[in-house]
């Protein structure tokens, strides 16, 4: 990272073209640009200055290309813009400005392409902007702007690109859109706009892109669209649609189809995949049925293919092997049995999401030497887990939940290096960890819940570099790839099974051995664990004391250490706590006071104490000895114990679901420089459904 500085540019005051994008440059724009009173051209972009845009713009009043897009600038945009009467082209997208557009851009009357893309800007698109006459490009998408399409939008005529997607406009669509004659990008997807189904629509634009998602469409898709013989891209994606998959869409040829979340029904039709254009296909989460055309595989440019959450049947097709470019597989939650196909080991296929499925037979390792993840859960497969997974020297989640996997857990995937995510809850696995498990320096989330395993939990697992401290830049696979597929790490959650964002993996470290034979000690070294958002430890054969040392988890959410045989009282150190919401420490041999202070005033759920051997204090409403009068005390001893407790039982089920990302391909998938970090990651959990 350098520095943004200007200092030799005191003698280039006839400066036109000033052109420093991509240098890593950071800190703010310097003032002594808008002292280049000729420039007409300023390119600064994907760098990482950071600052607000001065008003001493309008100073530059020969400019007429400003682009400063994919920086980390904040602050609303100067109401002084407006002023630059020359200015063409103005790029600000992918930065962090505030505010609403300024009204003073209507006054921009040479302006051809305005795009403040993937901001935080708020309030309305500014009522005049059809004044802006010259205007092929408008690009607002991905904001927080409110109210409807201004009406002034109709006077645009040169328009070639609308793109207002994921804003939170309001009001219905209007159909003068299609009146457009040089359109071809139309968005509007992913806002609370509406559609009146009962419009006529004989478009006068011939579209390239159209992205209607989220729309309110309904009934069967739009015959209209038939017509849009150069269509490339169309996403309408979570809406009503219903019927079949119409031929004519299969004859259209397009490249890139997303009709996802929607209540579409039928088989597919062979013809479909009859052409050499089709490279994203996403119909996930809709009610197709039967077994996919063996021909798919003849669609050899397909990058993406999303069938997710059908009700497809039959054999996975063969011929899907032959597909070179396919990067990423997504057949999860259908009715698929047999065997997958055998993909050649120099395919590009990265991704592959297999589960909830009814696949058979030892587990598969017939994938491409470029897999990164793996996610096979809840299907059939049995056997013990094949040493050939070492092969997978990239892979970084592995997910084989609620199979039949048998044998010992291999101390051979300790070589895989590159691992994040492992999970293998709920198989008949037995034997004890190995310490080697140390050298998955990656490994944040590691799941072996309801399994046979039996020793001592290793001390080694105090030495998970990624449990440790949660890295700032997450470099898998799902942050290269930004555009989500519902992509959701399924773990038990506080009790209750949730869903885990895909964009929020990178902050969440997670440690589940519950449901074990584990005996011995809880070591000292799981404090060391300061990442991790989950410990669970439950139902299993532990004794001795909980370690202080937990105490250093800071944070920790959710520390189940219940149905064991843990002695002694509840360390003070857990008041350190400051991220705790969820403790059970119920049905063991545990005495003495429940600390108090911090969030441990908090923890006061009964059940979650209960069938222990003489907790006290005011969490449980059960006063501790000391804090007796002498009288009172004797008079508790002559009586009968006033409160008792009585067993919780405790269900643990939980699933891993692990769907997928995707990547950038065409105009529709922007991926955000490497230096870009942004706001695309949300914390939140989700309940599974």
């Known amino acids: 990272m350098v520095k943004f500085q200007v200092s030799g540019f005191a003698n280039l005051s006839k400066l036109v073209h000033l052109d420093l994008m991509q240098n890593n440059f950071s800190g703010s724009i310097p003032g002594e640009i808008f002292h280049l009173r000729n420039l007409q051209y300023i390119d600064i972009s994907s760098n990482q200055l950071n600052g607000k845009l001065s008003q001493e713009v309008i100073s530059l009043q020969n400019l007429k290309v400003l682009r400063l897009e994919a920086n980390l600038l904040q602050g609303n945009i100067p109401e002084e813009i407006g002023n630059l009467s020359q200015l063409q082209r103005l790029s600000l997208r992918s930065n962090n400005l505030l505010g609403g557009i300024p009204s003073s851009v209507q006054n921009l009357k040479e302006m051809e392409e305005l795009d403040l893309r993937e901001n935080v800007l708020s309030m309305e698109i500014p009522v005049n902007i059809g004044d802006l006459t010259d205007l092929t490009i408008l690009a607002l998408s991905d904001n927080k702007l409110r109210g409807g399409i201004p009406s002034s939008v109709q006077k645009l005529r040169k328009l070639e690109s609308l793109r207002l997607e994921n804003n939170l406009l309001t009001g219905e669509i209007p159909s003068w859109l299609f009146d457009f004659g040089n359109l071809k990008d139309l968005f509007v997807g992913g806002n609370n706009l509406t559609w009146n189904s009962h419009a006529k629509i004989v478009p006068k634009c011939m579209l390239s892109q159209l992205s ?11 015959d209209w ?4 013989k150069n269509l490339t891209l169309m ?9 079949e998959f119409p031929l004519w869409l299969a004859e259209l040829e397009v490249g890139n189809i997303f009709l996802s979340d929607n209540q579409l029904s039928g088989s597919l039709p062979s013809r479909l995949f009859q052409t050499m254009t089709l490279s994203v296909l996403s119909l996930s989460r809709n009610n197709f049925s039967g077994e996919l055309p063996e021909n798919v595989g003849d669609a050899n440019s397909l990058m993406i293919l999303m069938l997710a959450e059908n009700n ?12 070179y470019r396919l990067l990423l597989l997504d057949l999860s939650r259908n009715r698929f049995s047999g065997n997958p196909p055998v993909f050649r080991p120099d395919a590009l296929l990265a991704v592959i999401d297999l589960s909830y499925n009814e696949l058979s037979g030892d587990i598969p390792v017939t994938f491409s030497q470029e897999t990164r993840i793996l996610s096979l859960g809840n299907n ?9 997974l070492t092969n997978f020297t990239k892979l970084e989640h592995l997910d084989l939940h609620d199979n039949k996997i048998t044998g010992e857990f291999p101390g051979f995937l300790s070589q895989i290096s590159t691992l994040q995510v492992l999970n293998l809850r709920n198989n008949s696995l037995r034997g004890s960890i190995p310490e080697e498990i140390s050298n998955l320096t990656s490994l944040r989330i590691l799941d072996v819940s309801s399994n046979n395993l039996t020793g001592e939990i290793p001390a080694k697992l105090g030495d998970l570099v990624g449990m440790i401290e949660t890295p700032t830049s997450f470099e898998s696979i799902s942050e290269v790839f930004t555009f989500s597929i519902g992509y959701d790490l399924v773990v038990n959650w506080k009790k209750m099974k949730q869903g885990l964002s895909s964009h929020s993996l990178d902050i969440y470290s997670l440690l589940d051995l519950s449901m074990n034979k584990f005996s011995g000690k809880i070591p000292t070294s799981i404090g060391a664990l300061k990442g991790l958002k989950l410990l669970n430890i439950s139902y299993n054969n532990l004794s001795g004391n909980i370690p202080s040392s937990l105490g250093n988890l800071e944070s920790i959410e959710s520390l189940d250490l219940s149905h064991n045989q843990l002695s002694g009282s509840i360390p003070e150190t857990l008041t350190k706590l400051q991220e705790l919401t969820n403790l059970d420490v119920s049905n063991n041999k545990l005495e003495g006071k429940i600390p108090v202070g911090g969030q441990m005033d908090t923890m006061n ?28 005390q004797r008079e508790d001893e002559n009586e009968a114990a006033w409160f008792s407790w009585g067993g919780v039982g405790i269900g643990y089920s939980a699933g891993f679901f692990l769907t997928v990302a995707t990547m950038f391909f065409t105009g529709y998938f922007r991926t955000a420089p490497p230096r870009i ?6 914390n939140g959990l989700r309940p599974f459904l």
Not at 235 to 243: A, I, R, Y
Not at 677 to 682: E, F, G, K, L
């Open 212 to 222: 209607m998602k989220s729309c309110g469409l309904s009934g069967r898709i739009p």
């Open 225 to 228: 669209i038939s017509a849009q």
């Open 235 to 243: 996403d309408l994606s979570e809406n009503k649609l219903e019927g």
């Open 312 to 323: 497809f049947s039959g054999k996975i097709p063969g011929s899907l092997r032959i597909i």
């Open 380 to 388: 059939n497969f049995s056997g013990n887990l094949p040493r050939n």
């Open 605 to 632: 759920n009964l059940d979650y104490y209960a069938n222990n051997s003489g907790l006290c204090g005011m969490q449980i409403r059960v006063s501790c000895p000391t804090e007796l009068s002498p009288a009172k």
């Open 677 to 682: 970090r942004r706001r695309r990651r949300q």
